[in-house]
């Protein structure tokens, strides 16, 4: 079952997010990145699978021989599961993030014209 992705500012922002904690948290669970980010698990789930559909990340399942996270008391797992940033999804990090600095930097310049009109 395909899932349909628009896009739109929330789901760009969405992207970055996630991208960003993957990128520096491969092997962390749902649950986890879910609570990082301020997102329900549902959220998270259904936005993880679209960014499989295309193509921007792989799903690793490691099972209990091969298990990396093995002490993780506070999430013990039957398997592990590692989310890795495929090179179009490294691609779109990228992207993504000049996008959200050029936003930055408008919004900067902005309010630096704002403070400027407010002092004279």
């Known amino acids: 079952m395909s899932i349909k992705y ?16 993957i990128n520096n948290s ?7 990145l879910a609570k990082q980010l301020g997102y329900s698990l549902g959220k998270l789930n259904y936005c993880l699978k679209a960014m499989k559909d295309r193509g921007l990340i792989n799903i690793l399942k490691l099972y209990p021989k091969n298990i990396r996270n093995i002490n993780d008391t506070e999430n013990p797992k039957k398997f592990g599961i590692f989310y890795l940033l495929t090179p179009k999804g490294i691609s779109e ?3 993504l993030t000049l996008h959200f600095m050029k936003k930055k930097m408008q919004e900067y310049d902005e309010l630096k014209k704002e403070a400027e009109v407010e002092i004279e």
């Open 26 to 32: 491969p092997e962390a669970s749902q649950r986890k």
């Open 93 to 95: 990090k990228k992207k």
């Open 6 to 21: 628009r896009k739109n500012k929330d789901i760009n922002s969405n992207e970055f997010e996630i991208l960003r904690k």
